[in-house]
């Protein structure tokens, strides 16, 4: 087996040539029902997905973006395919830097947990949006909570880091303090902090309002100075210019994780997604296609596909993040811009801020739509 290599800085990728993390949503089967799932996520697995063969094929490719690419086996739950640790296995032997987002069920044991780590994954993240019972009714699970905890305490005692998700809309805002103190106890390395983009069954959760998110951004900024434990957000790229503004220093929020992330990657450029059936896009939550990796390698894709050209080029970007002086810091969320206005260039409408004598009316753009279709 390949013994894990150290990680490797954003400031040292060629966001043009390569991402800073590809995802592959390896099945979108699961057996919660959470409120918020990008997937909105089945019981059963797709008859199309990639299969074993397919998926070692795609791990092949993506070891050609270069030494140590990262790779994240996200699902619905990804150990509802009993090919997984043979695919950390099989990554890891070819290079790549392997993580995991599993489901907190009952299927997520320490024996497997060891299995897991003998194969060579670097890292798991749970996702925790609140205290039991709130976090409970969002996964659609009793016990989940529990379950999650469970399954954080028995990674850290083998020895694996462990990283928390935690969504942040109207349910879930309130209990964020309470988040807080639980990464701390259960020893996670790194809060990652989502701020809902309403697609899949996100579509009928209430979002926090610009002003609020602003807040919250602050508080995380407070939060990452003083905890024992990384803050990233993700779709929320302003925490940077939040932090440049109250700190002076873009390089200071977030720091390096212990696997090299930080912030300014969003869709398209440092960021790659690969659906269960093979679809690539520029993110799980900005479900534009760019190819598909059965007809042609992911390199390839990301590195020639128009869509995620555009994407990098941060002059290509309208409204108000199109003049913002962030933007190279920040771009905004380009998923959350696309599910606003079916423009992945558009503006990012949870971000509060508005540039110097930029006109909030020239930027209403599209009427908001409900149903995942541009109006």
């Known amino acids: 087996m390949t013994a894990s290599k150290p990680p490797i800085s954003p400031s040292a990728i060629d966001t043009d040539e390569r991402p800073f993390v590809l995802v592959w949503e390896v099945t979108q089967a699961c057996e919660l029902a959470c409120d918020h799932c990008r997937a909105d996520a089945q019981p059963g697995r797709h008859p199309d997905e990639l299969t074993t063969a397919e998926g070692k094929q795609l791990l092949e490719e993506a070891a050609t973006f270069g030494d140590g690419q ?69 996964r659609g699970e009793a016990g989940s909570f529990q379950q999650t905890v469970d399954a954080a305490v028995a990674a850290r005692e083998l020895g694996l880091p462990v990283q928390i998700n935690t969504t942040v809309c109207e349910t879930t805002a309130d209990t964020l303090p309470a988040v807080r103190d639980l990464v701390a106890d259960l020893g996670a ?82 960021f790659a997604f690969v659906s269960h059936t093979g679809e690539v896009y520029p993110s799980g939550f900005l479900p534009e296609p760019a190819g598909n990796v059965r007809d042609e390698s992911v390199v390839d894709i990301y590195q020639e596909a128009q869509l995620f050209e555009r994407l990098r080029d941060r002059d290509e970007l309208q409204g108000k993040c199109g003049v913002c002086e962030f933007r190279g810091v920040c771009g905004g969320s380009r998923s959350r811009a696309y599910a606003a206005t079916g423009d992945p260039l558009g503006s990012d409408p949870l971000c509060d801020y508005y540039p110097e004598g930029y006109d909030p009316a020239d930027d209403a753009g599209p009427a908001v739509r409900t149903d995942g279709g541009p109006r």
Do not use: C
């Open 189 to 270: 390395v790194l809060w990652s902090v989502f701020f809902l983009v309403p697609v899949g069954r996100g579509r009928l959760l209430d979002n926090v309002t610009p002003q609020r998110a602003e807040s919250v951004l602050e508080w995380l900024d407070e939060v990452s100075a003083e905890a024992p434990f990384g803050v990233k957000t993700t779709e929320a790229p302003h925490y940077r210019r939040v932090s440049l503004q109250r700190n002076g220093d873009p390089t200071a929020a977030p720091d390096d994780d212990s696997i090299g992330r930080r912030g300014g990657i969003i869709a398209g450029d440092g």
């Open 70 to 138: 990262l790779v994240v086996l996200s699902g619905g739950d990804p150990l509802v395919r009993e090919d997984l640790v043979e695919l950390v296995d099989y990554g890891t032997d070819l290079g790549l830097r392997m993580t995991l987002t599993p489901s907190g069920t009952e299927s997520l044991t320490p024996e497997v947990l060891e299995d897991l780590k003998a194969a060579g994954l670097q890292r798991m993240a749970l996702s925790i949006d609140g205290p039991e019972t709130v976090h409970d009714e969002f």
